[in-house]
T-cell receptor
């Protein structure tokens, strides 16, 4: 079957750095997405990786290793507004998005 | 990017009734998706709605319970039929284009449904 694993919850301190890991097993691979979802709101797109390596976008970076079925989302200079759930999703060979359960990130002052 | 609106934003319904959720996109899109997200959980795909053909339903979801219309490339509806409290959830419309390269999948604001 298809499976996306990410930690259920993480806690970090304002101003620090946090890395959220995602491992996947899917039928084919056509890209990996990270989304941010604040409580009660719809998910918003953060990043997309289809080739191995690091994609940087401001305070957020996302890394992909296709051979390991692994990605991480790195958040730097954490702000209180970064408290949210972070969803990892993989697009399989049928172009269907397979979603992880999300990682709830709690930022403490 | 695509801007997506959904109506209603929330509703409280009685058991046994039906609710139709509308999704409007500000541009023409190939594929539209309907998701359900129960409290504290990730997204579950209900079906993919393609213009001009029947929707494709995921395992565990059937057309009689969740009929979908897709009359054109900017609009779709999802009906939640014969509702029960287990249908209480957030329903999200999402759009994306089937492309061989980079694309984003955008989400509407969601419809929060409570069934009593």
């Amino acid at each position: 079957g298809q499976n996306i694993d990410q930690p259920t919850e993480m806690t970090a301190t304002e101003g620090a750095i946090v890395q959220i890991n995602c491992t996947y097993q899917t039928s084919g691979f056509n890209g990996l997405f990270w989304y941010q979802q604040h409580a009660g709101e719809a998910p918003t797109f953060l990043s997309y990786n289809v080739l191995d390596g690091l994609e940087e976008k401001g305070r957020f970076s996302s890394f992909l290793s296709r051979s390991k079925g692994y990605s991480y989302l790195l958040l730097k200079e954490l702000q209180m507004k970064d408290s949210a759930s972070y969803l990892c999703a993989v697009r399989d060979s049928n172009y269907q998005l397979i979603w992880g359960a999300g990682t709830k990130l709690i930022i403490k002052p | 990017s695509a801007v997506i609106s959904q109506k209603p934003s929330r509703d409280i319904c009685q058991r046994g009734t039906s609710l139709t959720i509308q999704c409007q996109v500000d541009s023409q899109v190939t594929m539209m998706f309907w998701y359900r997200q129960q409290p504290g959980q990730s997204l579950t795909l209900i079906a993919t709605a393609n213009q001009g053909s029947e929707a494709t339903y995921e395992s565990g979801f059937v057309i009689d319970k969740f009929p979908i219309s897709r009359p054109n490339l900017t609009f779709s509806t999802l009906t939640v039929s014969n509702m029960s409290p287990e249908d209480s959830s957030i329903y999200l419309c999402s759009v994306g284009s089937r492309a061989g390269s980079y694309n984003e999948q955008f989400f509407g604001p969601g419809t929060r449904l409570t069934v009593l």
